[in-house]
């Protein structure tokens, strides 16, 4: 055997090896037997047929195992020998494969990078003070009555936070929107609908609900509407000025219910001193989690700016197209027409490969770091990611677990997420704390 490692480019290389004719031969005198021992041909017991009736009637099979045994061969021995730390086989060329002369097999492979791993112990860390100041106690309760809020009808002018119940019709220049929006009407007319006055949340169409207040039941006027640059749920009126014919139909007020029984109870509350201590604990919470969020991505990027090196391409590729992938389906339950990401095609790619490729590079680091500090997978780390992808999914943990035994792509993905968090949780452990200002 005879083997030979050539550079395509720091992560990529071609492996080529040569099996001489003798351990060739020999590989297909065993795809021979073994067929021999299995086949059941009349006249025979099984493993008795002669070897040249066997190569007959078995010839094809026989050629394809044979070949796979080789190519197989060729690259198990190969990856040995060159010591090759391979993270992608990109392609196998074997040549001509014969029993009675030597192959030269030729594998294109990613190999994972050699770089060395920077000081990780002490990464600066920036989190949000842990004072909670009463004031977001106060809002957040008062966004709960604002959820539970009934409306009355107000017999005055619209004012900030009351809705409106309109009608509009959308023009151009004097001329309808309809064809222009045809797919959506709900931007060209609508006999009625809903609007916040002066919300924090825009309605349907940007910006006139800022356009609402000093209203009243049966007022009519034009309002006009400058649509963003880059509108994305209707490119056709990105950019364009729309004059909306709005016609008032009902105002309604917005009633905040009491701090009373009834209320405190239906948030698990006696008092109105519980549900603040309620609150306030939920706020600390939210605060921790949202501190340690951020300590996790600082950590990550502070590695990121300490250590460069050439990334595989077939891993940034792969990631690329789940990027793509998980970015499309976000944005079209949002209402994006596929037609938008045609448009953007290009700056979508570019901009899914950079984040790719940072998060490539990230999980080559994160490996190394988990290697070096001896951090491995348990069996407890796979049940805990069992019972919440269960709990999470809707679906029975024994049924998770017959997906992962039958799939082990799968399950080895899901060992390597493990082992990514639990280094950046080591990361974080070790890292310093500064409060912002």
């Known amino acids: 055997m005879n083997i030979a490692v050539q550079d395509q480019t720091v992560t990529r290389k071609s492996l080529v090896v040569t099996l001489d004719q003798r351990e060739v031969a020999a590989e297909h005198a065993a795809t021979v037997a073994e067929y021999a021992r299995l086949a059941r041909i009349p006249g025979f017991r099984p493993g008795k047929a002669p070897a040249d009736m066997i190569a007959k009637r078995f010839g094809k099979d026989i050629a394809d195992e044979f070949k796979q045994k080789v190519v197989s061969k060729a690259y198990r021995t190969g990856l040995d020998e060159a010591k090759l730390d391979v993270v992608q086989l990109i392609d196998a060329a074997p040549g001509a ?104 949340q ?120 789940n990027v793509l992938r998980n970015f499309i389906e976000e944005q079209m339950r949002r209402g994006v027409p596929q037609e938008q990401f045609e448009k953007d095609k290009k700056e979508l790619f570019e901009g899914a490969r950079k984040s790719a490729t940072a998060r490539v590079k990230s999980q080559l680091i994160l490996a190394k770091i988990a290697e070096k500090e001896g951090l491995q997978v348990t069996e407890g780390d796979i049940n805990a990611f069992i019972y919440r992808e269960s709990m999470r999914a809707g679906t029975s943990a024994d049924k998770l677990v017959k997906q992962l035994t039958k799939d082990r792509d799968q399950l080895r993905a899901v060992q390597q997420n493990i082992i990514f968090d639990k280094a950046v949780e080591f990361l974080v452990s070790k890292a310093t704390v500064s409060v912002k200002a």
Do not use: C
């Open 97 to 200: 494969i014969s029993p009675d002369q030597p192959v030269e097999v030729r594998f294109t492979v990613d190999v994972r990078p050699e770089f060395v791993l920077p000081d990780y112990v002490g990464l600066p860390t920036e989190v949000a003070g842990a004072d909670l100041p009463e004031t977001e106690v106060d809002q957040v309760i008062e966004q709960m009555r604002l959820e539970r809020a009934d409306f009355k009808v107000a017999n005055r002018p619209s004012q900030k936070g009351d809705y409106v119940k309109l009608s509009y019709e959308g023009s151009i220049d004097g001329k309808s929107i309809s064809e222009l929006v045809s797919d959506k009407q709900i931007y060209a007319k609508v006999p009625q609908t809903w609007e916040e006055v002066d919300g924090a």
């Open 202 to 321: 825009e309605g349907v169409v940007p910006g006139l609900g800022k356009k609402l207040a000093e209203l009243a039941v049966g007022d009519k006027r034009d309002i006009s509407i400058e649509f963003p640059a880059e509108f994305a749920a209707v490119p056709a009126l990105a950019g364009k000025n729309v004059v909306y014919a709005v016609e008032i139909l009902e105002v309604r007020e917005r009633v905040l219910p009491p701090l009373d029984e009834e209320f405190l109870k239906s948030h698990q509350a006696d008092t109105v001193d519980a549900l603040r201590n309620n609150v306030r604990n939920n706020l600390k919470m939210q605060k921790e989690y949202q501190n340690k969020s951020a300590q996790r991505r600082q950590v990550v990027d502070a590695l990121l700016g300490k250590v460069d090196f050439e990334v595989p391409v077939s891993l940034v590729e792969g990631e690329t197209q």
